[in-house]
T-cell receptor, first 117, second 115 residues
Framework: KAGVTQTPRYLIKTRGQQVTLSCSPI?????VSWYQQTPGQGLQFLFE???????NKGNFPGRFSGRQFSNSRSEMNVSTLELGDSALYLC????????????????FGPGTRLTVL | AQTVTQSQPEMSVQEAETVTLSCTYD???????LFWYKQPPSRQMILVIR??????QNATENRFSVNFQKAAKSFSLKISDSQLGDTAMYFC????????????FGAGTILRVKS
């Protein structure tokens, strides 16, 4: 079974631009979560989508948004990029459960390294 | 809000020896899950072990085991017979059931296994 894939793997943008990152979950997984990893702040939860609906949201500004498609693939978008948005963005997928219940294991992708100049 | 603290930024261990990584957390909840994740230098994060808070028995996965002290809110990871491939960043993580799949991570501990 293929793992979680994220595209692109590397991105370089300039301040003020916007960026879209993509995540394809493991087949059959309906939940996709996004995390931001930086040396200073560590790993922080951005949001989670389940069956095309945002189920949880972290403490990030509205410039960070996401969506999930009917095939469970997810995208996250960051508008008006700032230098502090430079980070490794990790996507994780999990089964999510038929009733949206707790999935005990999240499978992480390799991440997208975003550099904002 | 839940917090997870890993007080050891870096640790090293000789190959074949045993090492223990510490983790404490703060929560008022009784129903939650705890995890240890490993992130090797290649960056792919993988689950090492998980513990359900309502289970008193400590979880074990091959060379990896935990010491879960619910009253003390402590969740340490013991790695036995350390191998070079265990070199990685280790993250302790908390998940409150009602929050769905939101993981709250500690700052991580870099573990270096030396030959």
């Amino acid at each position: 079974k293929a793992g979680v894939t994220q595209t692109p793997r590397y991105l370089i943008k300039t301040r003020g631009q916007q960026v879209t990152l993509s995540c394809s979950p493991i087949s059959g997984h309906r939940s996709v979560s996004w995390y931001q990893q930086t040396p200073g702040q560590g790993l922080q939860f951005l949001f989670e989508y389940f069956s095309e609906t945002q189920r949880n949201k972290g403490n990030f500004p509205g410039r960070f948004s996401g969506r999930q498609f009917s095939n469970s693939r997810s995208e996250m978008n960051v508008s008006t990029l700032e230098l502090g948005d430079s980070a490794l963005y990790l996507c994780a997928s999990s089964l999510g459960g038929l009733a949206g219940g707790l999935a005990l294991e999240q499978f992480f992708g390799p991440g997208t390294r975003l550099t904002v100049l | 809000a839940q917090t997870v603290t890993q007080s050891q930024p870096e640790m090293s261990v000789q190959e074949a020896e045993t090492v223990t990584l510490s983790c404490t957390y703060d929560t008022s909840e009784s129903n939650y899950y705890l995890f240890w994740y490993k992130q090797p230098p290649s960056r792919q994060m993988i689950l090492v072990i998980r513990q359900e808070a309502y289970k008193q028995q400590n979880a074990t996965e091959n060379r990896f085991s935990v010491n879960f002290q619910k009253a003390a809110k402590s969740f340490s990871l013991k790695i036995s017979d350390s191998q070079l491939g265990d070199t990685a960043m280790y993250f302790c993580a908390f998940m409150k059931k009602e929050y769905g799949n939101k993981l709250v991570f500690g700052a991580g501990t870099i573990l270096r296994v030396k030959s």
